[in-house]
């Protein structure tokens, strides 16, 4: 936060420049706010927020795609180097994969784009205040899903990631890695090298070979 009169220093980071602009404008018109930079990509929002000891802001909102880039992969890598940076995810998608790969990546909220002001403004609010929010329709999915009572399967293939297993797993299933970058939201070569890493620590010798001793291992299920 700013000195003295709690103003949260905000960046955004979206490649549709007039979400962007708007988004900014719509900032920078609220009291206890200031924009501090924006981005429209992930090579900008890492030059603008990933260098130095402490962040400009306090709050990134954050877009999942970004052209060429992914918005998981920077709010990963934000997080990482700078622990106490709120990132609020604001999107088009608001499918459970989406949200969870957002939130294992260090998001602390999550809001669709057809957010009104109001909501975004509370939005932003409450995750520079260290809460955890999600939108109305995603927090619905997110109750519906904890009331279905779901519990933890066993792990498999303890030497993978998280990530690794859940490219594993959509692999299990036949999808291929243009699918499988839409639904995690990850580019395309990002995809190609996790796949890569699968086979090596597996010791898969090809796809084909991966996908059996995953299904084995029970992924690639409904």
């Known amino acids: 936060m700013a000195e003295g009169a709690e103003v949260v220093r905000v960046a955004v980071v979206d490649d549709h420049p007039v979400f962007r602009l708007g988004m900014v404008g719509l900032l920078g018109s609220l009291p206890g706010f200031e924009v501090v930079g924006q981005a429209a990509s992930a090579l900008e929002a890492l030059a603008l927020l990933g260098s130095g000891q402490e962040p400009s802001a306090d709050v990134v909102l954050m877009d999942l795609h970004l ?7 920077v709010t990963r890598d934000l997080v990482r180097r700078h622990p106490g940076l709120r990132v609020l995810v604001v999107t088009m998608q608001e499918d459970d994969e989406s949200v969870a790969a957002a939130v294992r990546a260090g998001a602390r909220g999550y809001l ?28 619905a999915r ?8 779901r519990t933890a399967a066993r792990v498999s293939f303890p030497e993978l990631t998280d990530r690794e297993r859940e490219v594993l797993d959509l692999v299990a299933r036949g999808f291929d890695n243009a699918t499988i970058s839409r639904r995690l939201v990850l580019s395309p070569k990002t995809v190609r090298n996790h796949v890569s890493n699968v086979l090596a620590k597996i010791g898969a010798p090809d796809r084909a070979a991966a996908m059996l001793r995953a299904r084995e291992q029970g992924l690639g299920g409904d």
């Open 112 to 139: 669709v784009k057809g957010a009104t002001p109001e909501e975004v403004e509370r939005a932003v609010r409450a995750v520079a205040n260290g809460e955890v929010i999600l939108g109305p329709s995603v927090a």
């Open 67 to 73: 052209g060429e880039g992914s918005g998981i992969e």
């Open 142 to 149: 997110a109750m519906a899903t904890l009331l279905t009572g």
